[in-house]
């Protein structure tokens, strides 16, 4: 059963990640740009939900290579969620909120840029679905620590937005409060590990670009991708903690 779980996750994660190419193209423009509704060949996509979905190129064009790395990084994402977690409730939750991460991602690598279609629902959603989570047999976190802990991450991001505009985006504190969710389910310890993971991760990520003089130490660099990184890892070990 542990093995079918694993498997069913990774499943869900590359089903999910084939879905994430169209959203991310359409969202991906400058701040003050419309969300783009046509394919890069021109084509309107369909209006309503379908038209979010699926590859960037719609069925008007030419049949096109189709990028194999978001599909397999949902896979891969999904699946260690899942060998961690183990058939507890959060895991459903993880598993509903790790495509939304993945797609916010890829936007914010390629425009600096994470939507409030996407945090806001996301710092709605985490803790309302955790809540449905605690209410269930079997999970091990506390929903009253992920509340306060949203609060308390997305708090501390907004001071840093103040005392650095230019460094700390307005939509990393938005993101902050749904990761601060998802890391505080497991207490302050995994919520400290977390945040600070993803500060690491993106000053390594800053500094491998500097010493390889493809950036300078003023160089903005996208944030939210190393944010979720270090929530991911706050994840697992506070699932591997609870087992």
């Given at each position: 059963?542990?093995?079918?779980?694993?498997?069913?996750?990774?499943?869900?994660?590359?089903?999910?990640?084939?879905?994430?190419?169209?959203?991310?193209?359409?969202?991906?423009?400058?701040?003050?740009e419309g969300w783009r509704d046509a394919c890069p060949a021109g084509h309107g996509y369909v209006p309503g939900a379908r038209g979010w979905l699926g590859p960037a190129r719609c069925t008007g064009c030419a049949p096109a290579?189709?990028?194999?790395?978001?599909?397999?990084?949902?896979?891969?994402?999904?699946?260690?969620?899942?060998?961690?977690?183990?058939?507890?409730?959060?895991?459903?939750?993880?598993?509903?909120?790790?495509?939304?991460?993945?797609?916010?991602?890829?936007?914010?690598?390629?425009?600096?840029?994470?939507?409030?279609?996407?945090?806001?629902?996301?710092?709605?959603?985490?803790?309302?679905?955790?809540?449905?989570?605690?209410?269930?047999?079997?999970?091990?976190?506390?929903?009253?620590?992920?509340?306060?802990?949203?609060?308390?991450?997305?708090?501390?991001?907004?001071?840093?937005?103040?005392?650095?505009?230019?460094?700390?985006?307005?939509?990393?504190?938005?993101?902050?409060?749904?990761?601060?969710?998802?890391?505080?389910?497991?207490?302050?310890?995994?919520?400290?590990?977390?945040?600070?993971?993803?500060?690491?991760?993106?000053?390594?990520?800053?500094?491998?670009?500097?010493?390889?003089?493809?950036?300078?130490?003023?160089?903005?660099?996208?944030?939210?991708?190393?944010?979720?990184?270090?929530?991911?890892?706050?994840?697992?070990?506070?699932?591997?903690?609870?087992?």
């Amino acid at each position: 059963m542990y093995v079918t779980l694993i498997a069913v996750a990774a499943l869900w994660g590359a089903a999910a990640g084939t879905l994430v190419p169209r959203a991310a193209y359409r969202l991906a423009v400058e701040p003050g740009e419309g969300w783009r509704d046509a394919c890069p060949a021109g084509h309107g996509y369909v209006p309503g939900a379908r038209g979010w979905l699926g590859p960037a190129r719609c069925t008007g064009c030419a049949p096109a290579a189709r990028a194999a790395a978001v599909p397999l990084l949902g896979a891969a994402v999904c699946a260690v969620l899942a060998a961690a977690t183990g058939p507890r409730p959060e895991l459903a939750v993880w598993l509903l909120l790790a495509p939304v991460a993945l797609l916010l991602a890829v936007v914010d690598r390629r425009v600096h840029r994470l939507p409030d279609r996407l945090t806001l629902s996301l710092a709605a959603a985490a803790p309302l679905l955790l809540g449905a989570a605690a209410l269930l047999p079997g999970h091990a976190g506390s929903w009253r620590l992920a509340v306060l802990g949203g609060l308390a991450l997305g708090g501390a991001y907004f001071l840093l937005f103040l005392v650095n505009p230019n460094g700390m985006g307005f939509g990393d504190v938005k993101l902050a409060l749904s990761l601060g969710a998802a890391l505080g389910w497991y207490g302050w310890g995994v919520l400290l590990v977390g945040a600070f993971a993803g500060f690491l991760f993106g000053a390594a990520y800053g500094l491998g670009l500097v010493v390889l003089r493809r950036a300078t130490r003023k160089s903005v660099i996208p944030f939210g991708p190393f944010m979720m990184c270090g929530t991911l890892l706050g994840l697992l070990l506070g699932a591997l903690a609870g087992s």
